[in-house]
């Protein structure tokens, strides 16, 4: 184990033992995949150790939610992938709290379990449910739930930077080799659940040009390539090919995409470690890591975070088909997403770039809206999106590992605007988030920008 592992396990047995003086507590989580899984490892850990619970999720943790938190009056709080950029808050409001989280911390408390405490950086080397599995892990057996634990940190993309999982998540996933598979494949979505054709025909993320939304290229492109597109075989799925035949694809797509001009970065991630999840069904979302990610964005980024938690605790029936039906949304409106900005454009200023996507995009999928997006345009300036929100307008930012080399720290950028212009906001060096006044859209803007040019100034 290494050292960050073991002083981790240290803090987090100081919050089990806290944890466990309490009969009920009251658990607030993240709406998206890390914070579901996250949510559903607590929950997990403490039915087990025969302890009542209150599931609450959240967009974000804002003063009013911490004080509306105060006003029920908890005995004990455990926040989970979210908490640590508002502790001011959270002890200001009197609210008796453990927080399990991966963003960046503003301020320290003894009940605070958070990579960057232990000179981690949150956004690569544990997330939400790595830092909520050390903890249960001092609750009680629960290593079993490594595999939620990897869910989420695959659905922060934290596999990006190495283009496969390291440090403390790569400690999880290799302490559990019964339960986690990891394993060098296509990295297309929907390996276990979709047609061949279908998987290259919806690919979005990314887009493959040529194939990307026609089927007839899609079924010509196997078929040229010697997969028989007879009856049967056009229903083959990914994982029914066998090694040679995934090979072949493979290579044959990497050459092609080089052919069609896609870029070097995107030809790259093409290939790229996956994960199984050796407990679940082959043939299912919840067999890959990815697949499952998404399945649970597709509940909690559209408030139905509680429907991706009953699949996470075992529900394979009720909550699964209302999370099947969700993600077909979902993908959809990623699709439309996608266009959205194609159609419409970004606007370059010196040291970023930025699209507004009023209430074209729902604000909550509008950070993996400019993620996705980011990838096939100029990845040479960080990505910065608006969308309509009901108490001010939401801000998604994503930079590149290159820029961040750089100097540039989205997280540090933004808090720093915020309070010159008003609005909270926070996340990582590399991906941050905000929610900022009406009416200062473009203020925000002209200060990000200028806040960026000196991270980057400081450190040429
Ligand atoms: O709330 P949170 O920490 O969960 O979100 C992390 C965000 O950072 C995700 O949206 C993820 O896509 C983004 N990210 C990224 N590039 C990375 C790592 C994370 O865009 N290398
Ligand atoms: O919402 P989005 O996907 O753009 O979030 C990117 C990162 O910024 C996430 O880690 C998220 O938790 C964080 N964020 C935040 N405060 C906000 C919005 C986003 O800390 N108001
Ligand atoms: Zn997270």
Same mark, same amino acid.
């Given at each position: 184990m290494s050292e960050t592992m073991i002083q981790m396990a240290q803090r987090a047995k100081k919050c089990a033992e806290e944890i466990k003086k309490h009969r009920e507590i009251q658990l607030v989580s993240h709406i998206d995949a890390d914070g579901i899984t996250s949510g559903a490892i607590i929950a997990k850990a403490l039915e087990r150790a025969g302890i009542e619970y209150e599931m609450l999720f959240v967009k974000q943790l804002d003063e009013n939610i911490v004080s509306e938190l105060a006003d029920k009056n908890p005995e004990l709080t455990i926040f989970t992938d979210l908490g640590s950029g508002q502790i001011e808050h959270i002890s200001n409001y009197g609210l008796h709290a453990i927080i399990s989280d991966h963003h960046r911390p503003q301020g320290d408390t003894d009940l605070h379990l958070n990579p960057h405490l232990f000179g981690a950086n949150g956004s690569f080397e544990i997330s939400g449910s790595g830092t909520t599995f050390i903890l249960a892990g001092q609750l009680g057996n629960? /290593?079993?739930l490594a595999d939620l634990a990897i869910v989420g940190c695959v659905g922060d993309m934290q596999y990006r930077k190495y283009g496969k999982l390291v440090s403390l998540n790569r400690e999880i996933l290799e302490a559990n080799p019964t339960i986690i598979e990891a394993k060098k494949d296509? /990295?297309?979505? @929907?390996?276990? +659940? $979709?047609?061949v054709f279908k998987m290259l025909q919806f690919s979005s993320d990314p887009y493959l040009p040529g194939? /990307? @939304?026609s089927e007839d290229a899609c079924i010509d492109f196997l078929h040229r390539i010697g997969l028989r597109s007879g009856n049967d075989e056009k229903w083959r799925r990914w994982i029914d090919l066998d090694e040679g035949e995934k090979v072949r694809v493979t290579s044959s797509l990497l050459q092609y995409s080089v052919q069609n001009g896609l870029s070097s970065y995107n030809v790259n991630r093409l290939v790229g470690e996956c994960y199984l999840l050796l407990q679940e069904e082959e @043939? +299912?979302?919840? $067999?890959d890591a990815s697949e499952y990610s998404t399945l649970l964005n597709a509940t909690g980024r559209y408030m139905q975070a509680e429907v991706g938690m009953a699949v996470c605790m075992g529900d394979r029936e009720e909550a699964y088909d209302s999370a099947s039906r969700l993600l077909n949304e979902h993908r959809k409106n990623l699709v439309d997403g996608l266009n959205f900005v194609k159609d419409n454009g970004v606007t370059q200023l010196s040291h970023l770039q930025f699209f507004d996507a009023g209430s074209s995009i729902p604000e909550t999928i509008v950070g993996i809206v400019a993620g996705m997006s980011h990838a096939s345009n100029n990845r040479h300036l960080p990505i910065v999106a608006f969308a309509n929100k009901e108490d001010g307008h939401k801000v998604s930012a994503r930079g590149t590992q290159e820029l961040v080399n750089r100097g540039l720290n989205l997280s540090e950028a933004i808090g720093q605007v915020c309070q010159e212009i008003g609005g909270a906001g926070g996340g990582h060096d590399i991906a941050a988030g905000a929610t900022v006044p009406f009416g200062k859209k473009q203020e925000f803007i002209e200060k990000l920008n200028s806040v960026i040019a000196s991270q980057i100034a400081a450190r040429a």
């Open positions: 629960n /290593s079993d296509i /990295s297309l979505y @929907g390996k276990q +659940t $979709r047609p194939l /990307s @939304g @043939g +299912t979302e919840m $067999r």
